[in-house]
């Protein structure tokens, strides 16, 4: 089945610095790719979604120069969290699809990221 | 609107009980397309399945198995003999192709806990 890595699996920043999380698929091209944010017990919420080569797109409530997204090739998605704060802790989750028009997602092992 | 409903927020069963995970979904589209998604202890969602609204035939594989029901906007998931390694939360999740984004609008999730 398709493979999507993700790194760093997690990560402890200090508030106030920034942290870039990488997605990749691994044995397919990716169309777009997701990112997810999740809190404990909860269910998934959708942040952005990138299509290579092109701005990402932001749900509403997403501020977009805090979680910067870069969507350099069809094979890797990156997430920065820039000036880290303690709310920003979460598990944040990446997701590709290989086309588009109903697509599965694909999502990575996530990223655990606790801001101190 | 989209939105799913995962109504049970919890279950527990014992080994080799058969179980039922309901979800119900609300759509405006014609074509659009459903999925489960099994995410275990470790966080890592996997991909179940993926259904299209034209194809009302109900699926099985091996213990699993998925009842598509437009008249009633369900699509339910089945898992027969119940095992420990089961227990996971699972997602339903129906397609948005508005504006050619892809997207998936998860459920909130069923926690599915089997006991030995």
């Known amino acids: 089945g398709a493979v999507v890595s993700q790194h760093p699996s997690r990560v402890i920043c200090k508030s106030g610095t920034s942290v870039k999380i990488e997605c990749r698929s691994l044995d397919f091209q990716a169309t777009t790719m997701f990112w997810y944010r999740q809190f404990p017990k909860q269910s998934l919420m959708l942040m952005a979604t990138?299509?290579?080569?092109?701005?990402?797109?932001?749900e509403q409530g997403v501020e977009k120069d805090k979680f910067l997204i870069n969507h350099a090739s069809l094979t890797l998605s990156t997430l920065t969290v820039t000036s880290a704060h303690p709310e920003d802790s979460s598990f944040y989750i990446c997701?590709?699809?290989?086309?588009?028009?109903?697509?599965?997602?694909?999502f990575g092992p996530g990223t655990r990221l606790t801001v101190t | 609107a989209q939105k799913v409903t995962q109504a049970q927020t919890e279950i527990s069963v014992v080994e080799k009980e058969d179980v039922t995970l309901d979800c119900v979904y609300e759509t405006r589209d014609t074509t659009y397309y459903l999925f489960w998604y099994k995410q275990p202890p470790s966080g890592e969602l996997v991909f179940l399945i993926r259904?299209?609204?034209?194809?009302?035939q109900n699926e099985i594989s091996g213990r699993y198995s998925w009842n598509f029901q437009k008249s009633t906007s369900s699509f339910n998931f089945t898992i027969t003999a119940s095992q420990v390694v089961d227990s996971a939360v699972y997602f339903c999740a129906l397609s948005d192709l508005s504006y050619n984004t892809d997207k998936l609008i998860f459920g909130t999730g069923t926690r599915l806990q089997v006991f030995p």
């Open positions: 997701s590709a699809s290989p086309g588009q028009g109903g697509y599965e997602q694909y």
């Open positions: 259904r299209n609204s034209f194809d009302e």
């Open positions: 990138s299509n290579e080569g092109s701005k990402a797109t932001y």
